[in-house]
């Protein structure tokens, strides 16, 4: 097995940990995650989330990392290399072009609404110096999303700042850029759930976020959650295996790392859920149903009356957008690195040019259905729901199911054992079979449903 990546590696564990929990964090916990609890049922959404984190996610993470940690290239070519190695069918190269195209989709809606946060952290540190205050916000969402032009230049600015992080290369762009984000990540989250508490609104919002109603778990909160814990994960697309790439041989043990960073995540989602909250029901917004709008919708109003709102404001927005900014960069780097694996190290910077180009064209499918073509339905949805959907809802499922199930029967025994070397045989054996028949039947049944 090589002992590093031609494309660098993490100095430390911790650099991996930061790296790791920078791509899972994101949008994903802090936009998405209240959201989705607030649109599915609240505490029935939230619990089977869990429970998909834990029975699916988790073991699915590890099997990401040390694949790419045995592999030590791009996920194409990992997954090539693993094929052989174990004497296997080559076609579960598959899951690495699945990724590669999941992983631009993804990034092309992405980029969008990172825009609008970066959109919104102008507009507070405008007011800080005497900018016009948002006294609707429910106006200045909708005149944000109706004005193409506004949404293609944040959209624009957003893919500049990932591209930028990415040509750098491992060391130093993506190792550079978490060492000072993720502490100040944690910081900003901090302070804003320090604030919540001031509201007065704890009880209720943690009612609304853990007190289960049963009656609302149905097929497609199972469908949505589960897509959740993927997404959130940045699971299924090989985000994760190319991180593993990256990842020093000795002295890191790789179930350690995946559940700090599967438990860093899902700590980051519940805490925004307490940050926004009691902020929503102290503004006597309703906590249910808020859609992809929740945040831009009802914090604004909550920054207005609080003492240094503005502030609370700039800091809440610059938080989202540096969540999202460590997710981006990982997204980037599969597709990236596979590029310069095939066409020679001195291409970095093309190579992430290019794929980042690609996706801010496709990212204008996303601006247009958000104002010129708002009609424009497919299979019920509009085109930035649609493209959403299949990505999220669908291909990563699919390419989490296809990764438990080639680790779990298709992988050399020799190979697992060897990367898993910490783990006792009780907690291997058990993760190996929620990787061979738990997680692809759960996942399955999921997925035929929502196709049902
Ligand atoms: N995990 C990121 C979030 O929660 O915002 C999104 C993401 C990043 C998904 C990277 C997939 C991925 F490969």
């Known amino acids: 097995m090589d002992k590093t990546s031609i494309h660098g ?7 991996f940990i930061l790296a790791a929990t920078g791509s899972a964090v994101g949008l994903g916990n802090i936009w998405r995650f209240p959201y989705m609890a607030s649109d599915n049922g609240g505490g029935a959404f939230v619990l089977v989330y869990l429970a998909c984190i834990a029975i699916v ?32 069918s080559r076609n579960w190269v598959a899951i690495g072009w699945l990724g590669i195209v999941a992983g631009i989709l993804i990034l092309s809606f992405y980029s969008v609404v990172a825009g609008w946060t970066l959109h919104y952290a102008w507009l507070y540190l405008k007011q800080l110096f005497g ?24 959209h624009g600015l957003f893919m500049l700042l990932t591209v930028a992080v ?53 097929g497609n909160v199972f469908l949505r959650a589960m897509g959740q814990a993927f997404f959130t994960l ?31 995540d899902t ?32 914090l604004p109003l909550a920054f207005n009356e609080m003492p240094f709102g503005i502030v609370y404001g700039l800091l809440f927005f610059g938080l989202l ?32 040019l290019s794929i980042a180009v690609l996706c801010w064209a496709l990212g204008l499918l996303s601006v247009l259905s958000l104002n010129v073509w708002s009609d424009v339905r497919i299979l019920d949805r509009d085109i930035m729901t649609f493209i959403e959907f299949i990505a999220n809802d669908l291909m990563l ?42 997680a692809p039947a759960l996942v399955l049944v999921v997925l035929l449903r929502a196709l049902a």
Request: charged letters at 15%; hydrophobic letters at 55%; proline letters at 6%.
């Open 9 to 15: 590696m993490w100095s430390s564990r911790l650099m």
């Open 57 to 88: 996610g988790l073991p699915i993470l590890i099997a990401e990392i040390l694949i790419g940690r045995h592999g030590r290239v791009s996920p194409v070519n990992t997954l090539r290399g693993l094929a052989k190695e174990s004497g296997t």
């Open 131 to 154: 900018g016009a205050a948002i006294t609707d916000p429910g106006a200045t969402f909708t005149s944000l999303l109706s004005n193409p032009f506004e949404l293609t230049f944040w």
């Open 166 to 218: 990415v040509a750098l290369g491992v060391e130093h762009g993506l190792e550079r850029a978490v060492r000072f984000l993720m502490p100040a990540l944690f910081l900003m989250l901090l302070i804003l759930v320090a604030y919540g508490f001031t509201t007065g609104h704890v009880g209720e919002a943690a009612a609304f976020l853990f007190r289960p109603d049963w009656s609302k778990i149905d």
């Open 234 to 264: 940045s699971l299924g697309m090989c985000a994760m295996m190319t991180y593993g790439a990256y990842l020093p041989r000795s002295g890191i043990s790789i179930p350690r790392v995946g559940a700090a960073v599967a438990l860093t």
């Open 267 to 298: 700590a980051v989602a519940l805490l925004a859920g307490m940050a926004i909250f009691p902020l929503v029901i102290a503004f006597g917004l309703d906590p249910a149903g808020g859609g992809p709008g929740l945040i831009f919708n009802s």
């Open 321 to 352: 957008s540096v969540a999202a900014w460590t997710s981006s960069i990982s997204l980037l780097e599969p597709a990236t690195a596979f590029l310069v694996e095939k066409y020679g190290m001195a291409s970095r910077k093309r190579a992430a």
């Open 397 to 438: 499922p699919l390419g989490g199911m296809l990764i438990a199930l080639f680790t779990g029967w298709a992988l050399n025994n020799t190979i697992l054992r060897e990367q898993l070397s910490e783990m006792p045989e009780a907690l291997f054996t058990a993760w190996r079979w929620l990787l061979r028949i738990v």
